[in-house]
């Protein structure tokens, strides 16, 4: 892609800043076309493969529904059903669909799988959330702050939780859009240490910085931003007995938002569990912006699509 400059998108961390930038005003001008009902349709012809070994409301109708209204299609393929579910190689796969389609979206499991998949595919490949990354979802939260905000330098986000996928993301993207980001988990449930140096790294470079503590207080103090992912993700349901006890001390409700500015707002990729990592009072309170955010995705993830697959 222009933008993107490479084939695929399976992480925000080998994207530079300013594509970052460049993305969001693409994705913003797609917006505004959308919203005023103005044809665009530059996918015309054009096919998405979208392989799904999780489960996905968001990220399966975002891209369907995205597709079409580029002017292309999407084809779901749940691993329920095609022959990779089956045994057939992630590479023989790839090499299959780059006959058919023009660009393929996966979720999966591990990240090696989306790699040696990009690898062997002739077309582009874009990451719909692995164990490792969830860089669309983070694509579409900095899109959300923006609106929201006017801004993202200068801002400050608290992510109070596990250190999981979506966090990996949003660390990176903060980073390079000079977003100040703090994540309060358990110990034992940090980010992965070779992402956390890497987005510390980015984050000198604009003027920010991260923080990882285990101090849902400390993390929140002063946020403009404060979000939250599921204890428990897909994948790990063995361990939802064992995380809702690691976890109890990181619910964010009424109490620990006091600590926050006065506007924060409140964001969740979604699917939340109420009375687990947030209260049903503040994910349904005046400062949630989860819905909006959701909403995002389908903009944002056209402007991927366009940069990589027109
Ligand atoms: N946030 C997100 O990716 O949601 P889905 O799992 O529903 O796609
Ligand atoms: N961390 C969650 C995000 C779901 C969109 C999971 O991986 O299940």
Same mark, same amino acid.
């Given at each position: 892609?222009?933008?993107?400059?490479?084939?695929?998108?399976?992480?925000? =961390?080998?994207?530079?800043?300013?594509?970052?930038?460049?993305?969001?005003?693409? =994705? %913003?001008?797609?917006?505004?076309?959308?919203?005023?009902?103005?044809?665009?349709?530059?996918?015309?012809?054009?096919?998405?493969?979208?392989?799904?070994?999780?489960?996905?409301?968001?990220?399966?109708?975002?891209?369907?529904?995205?597709?079409?209204?580029?002017?292309?299609?999407?084809?779901?393929?749940?691993?329920?059903?095609?022959?990779?579910?089956?045994?057939?190689?992630?590479?023989?796969?790839?090499?299959?669909?780059?006959?058919?389609?023009?660009?393929?979206?996966?979720?999966?499991?591990?990240?090696?799988?989306?790699?040696?998949? =990009?690898?062997?595919?002739?077309?582009?490949?874009?990451?719909?959330?692995?164990?490792?990354? !969830?860089?669309?979802?983070?694509?579409?939260?900095?899109?959300?702050?923006?609106?929201?905000?006017?801004?993202?330098?200068?801002?400050?986000?608290?992510?109070?939780?596990?250190?999981?996928?979506?966090?990996?993301?949003?660390?990176?993207?903060?980073?390079?859009?000079?977003?100040?980001? %703090?994540?309060?988990?358990?110990?034992?449930?940090?980010?992965?240490?070779?992402?956390?140096?890497?987005?510390?790294?980015?984050?000198?470079?604009?003027?920010?910085?991260?923080?990882?503590?285990?101090?849902?207080?400390?993390?929140?103090?002063?946020?403009?931003?404060?979000?939250?992912?599921?204890?428990?993700?897909?994948?790990?349901?063995?361990?939802?007995?064992?995380?809702?006890?690691?976890?109890?001390?990181?619910?964010?409700?009424?109490?620990?938002?006091?600590?926050?500015?006065?506007?924060?707002?409140?964001? !969740?990729?979604?699917?939340?569990?109420?009375?687990?990592?947030?209260?049903?009072?503040?994910?349904?309170?005046?400062?949630?912006?989860?819905?909006?955010?959701?909403?995002?995705?389908?903009? =944002?993830?056209?402007?991927?699509?366009?940069?990589?697959?027109?």
């Amino acid at each position: 892609g222009k933008i993107i400059q490479q084939k695929d998108f399976l992480t925000l =961390a080998n994207v530079p800043p300013d594509s970052i930038l460049e993305l969001l005003k693409l =994705a %913003s001008d797609i917006k505004s076309k959308w919203a005023a009902n103005e044809e665009y349709v530059p996918l015309k012809g054009k096919t998405l493969g979208m392989i799904f070994e999780k489960s996905s409301t968001r990220t399966r109708v975002s891209f369907e529904v995205g597709m079409l209204q580029l002017g292309g299609h999407g084809l779901f393929l749940s691993s329920n059903d095609i022959q990779i579910g089956r045994g057939e190689t992630v590479a023989d796969t790839a090499k299959v669909l780059s006959q058919f389609v023009d660009g393929i979206m996966i979720r999966t499991f591990g990240h090696e799988k989306i790699e040696e998949l =990009a690898e062997s595919a002739t077309i582009p490949v874009i990451n719909g959330l692995t164990d490792m990354f !969830h860089p669309c979802q983070a694509l579409a939260d900095l899109m959300t702050i923006q609106e929201v905000k006017g801004k993202l330098a200068g801002l400050k986000m608290a992510y109070i939780g596990d250190g999981n996928n979506v966090v990996h993301s949003l660390m990176i993207a903060c980073a390079k859009t000079g977003i100040d980001f %703090s994540i309060a988990c358990p110990a034992g449930y940090e980010p992965n240490k070779e992402i956390i140096e890497y987005a510390k790294k980015e984050a000198k470079q604009q003027g920010c910085e991260i923080v990882v503590t285990d101090s849902p207080t400390a993390a929140i103090e002063g946020a403009d931003i404060v979000y939250a992912d599921v204890w428990t993700s897909m994948g790990q349901e063995a361990e939802n007995a064992v995380r809702l006890e690691a976890f109890k001390e990181y619910q964010i409700n009424a109490e620990l938002v006091k600590h926050a500015k006065e506007d924060y707002i409140f964001m !969740h990729c979604l699917p939340a569990h109420r009375e687990e990592e947030v209260t049903a009072e503040i994910i349904d309170g005046p400062h949630s912006v989860v819905f909006h955010q959701a909403g995002n995705r389908l903009h =944002a993830q056209k402007a991927i699509l366009v940069d990589l697959l027109q």
